[in-house]
């Protein structure tokens, strides 16, 4: 029996991994919640190296959308936002480029230490579910051949 389940990759940013690691962990238990297969955890040092290693997953044909996670916490400068504005950025041009799905489970820019730990459960699932919604959905589109649907 062909396997239907949506395969999916996490990047994880190792920067901050007190908060990023239990993101990881609840980014995983979700996935297994929603029947989703976890094929590559890729971690990287920092969010700002996120982009280069979806660019990679996304080359992979068996492979149909990409859950990313960092936290970028605020410092004494600007440095924060620089990072999650080009990183965010980059993620959408990406998905755009290979046409696949890939979700911004990035805390930040600007959040305090305790705010993105407030954070880890709301985005890690909500990146997870994003992307398997949309790649569900655009498997739903791309396999139809009704002349009139309603993709949900
Ligand atoms: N300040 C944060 C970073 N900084 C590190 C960069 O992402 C990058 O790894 C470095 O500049 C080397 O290229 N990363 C985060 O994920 N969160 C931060 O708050
Ligand atoms: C907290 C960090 O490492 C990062 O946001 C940058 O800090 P800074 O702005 O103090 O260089």
Known sequence: MQDSSIKLGIVIAEFNYDVTRLMLDRAISHAKFLNADVKIIFKVPGTFEIPLAVK????????????TL???????????????NQVARLISDLSLEFNKPV????????????????RIEEY???AVESAVKMAKRMRALNTSKDSSVIIE
């Open 124 to 126: 890690s699932t909500r």
């Open 70 to 84: 960092g936290a970028v916490i605020k410092g004494d400068t600007k440095h924060d936002e620089l990072i999650a």
């Open 103 to 118: 979700s911004l489970g990035i805390i930040g820019p600007g959040a305090t230490h305790e705010q993105a730990t407030e």
């Open 56 to 67: 990679n997953i996304l080359k992979r044909e068996d492979i149909d959308c990409v859950v």
